[in-house]
């Protein structure tokens, strides 16, 4: 028999707070660690009533002596004296959580001792978080730690900052690609400039050989280009030209003695 309305509910677990994860939470808060295992480790803490409800063996005990020796101690008082003298038996230590409260409904423990090492970390941890860590702006689970403003908001800089190197990126490949299609047209360009200036060049040289005879009669040899002057006419009928080619060669008879002749090339 408990006799005490509150001691079911006063006990505190870390299943009653469903937004937290108590490893989580401990892994990330140091500092909630620190405090568990010193407040673990400090039985002041006890809750001497749950103390012998917790454990059958001093609840036997202490109704044995109450009931059949008499004993007018209760048992916060009882179970303090059999504490203080090193009493023995007693594997569960309930320890008040938060400092005991006005109302006794209103005192939390959580349990402790042989069996309890990993549960009552959970349970601090839990308990931690739903008094202090929540209002702190701590986090209970990396889902809600991924979700939280500040980090959305650093995904959110890190997409951009990515976007705008791959941006960057893209528009300096298609520079070097425009680039080199202005190197192309400037090449092509260089190129059908040299050849029109070789043509011109060439047309400029020409070809082929002229003949001009000192009488007015003129024969062009050549490739294309040839004059027939009127033989009737010995230097007054009309030619016949074609465009000359090659070299020019004008003769010129001069008139007296020996009938001289000299020859210019063109």
Do not use: C
């Not at 400029?204 to 294309?224: E, H, I, N």
Request: charged fraction near 25%.
């Amino acid at each position: 028999m408990t006799d005490s309305p509150y001691f079911p509910a006063r006990r505190f677990q870390a299943n009653q707070v469903t937004d937290v994860n108590p490893s989580y939470y401990l892994q990330n808060n140091s500092d909630v660690l620190d405090n568990y295992n010193k407040w673990s480790k400090d039985l002041s803490s006890m809750h001497y009533g749950d103390y012998v409800r917790t454990n059958p063996e001093l609840s036997t005990e202490w109704n044995r002596v109450r009931n059949d020796l008499g004993d007018p101690r209760g048992r916060w008082q009882w179970a303090t004296d059999h504490w203080n003298a090193g009493g023995t038996g007693g594997a569960t230590k309930p320890l008040v959580v938060g400092g005991a409260q006005h109302h006794p409904g209103d005192t939390r423990t959580i349990w402790t001792g042989k069996g309890y090492e990993d549960s009552s970390k959970n349970d601090f941890a839990a308990w931690h978080f739903d008094t202090f860590g929540r209002s702190e702006g701590r986090y209970g689970t990396k889902d809600a730690f991924y979700n939280s403003p500040g980090e959305i908001q650093k995904r959110n800089d890190a997409a951009a900052a990515a976007l705008q190197i791959a941006n960057d990126a893209r528009d300096e490949t298609n520079r070097l690609i425009e680039e080199g299609f202005e190197k192309e047209r400037a090449a092509a360009l260089l190129k059908a400039a040299e050849g029109a200036e070789y043509g011109r060049l060439a047309s400029m040289r020409g070809g082929g050989s002229q003949t001009l005879s000192a009488s007015g009669a003129a024969t062009f040899k050549g490739k294309g280009l040839t004059s027939s002057e009127n033989k009737r006419g010995r230097g007054r009928g009309t030619g016949q030209f074609k465009r000359p080619y090659g070299t020019s060669n004008l003769s010129i008879a001069a008139t007296g003695k020996g009938n001289q002749q000299s020859t210019l090339n063109l």
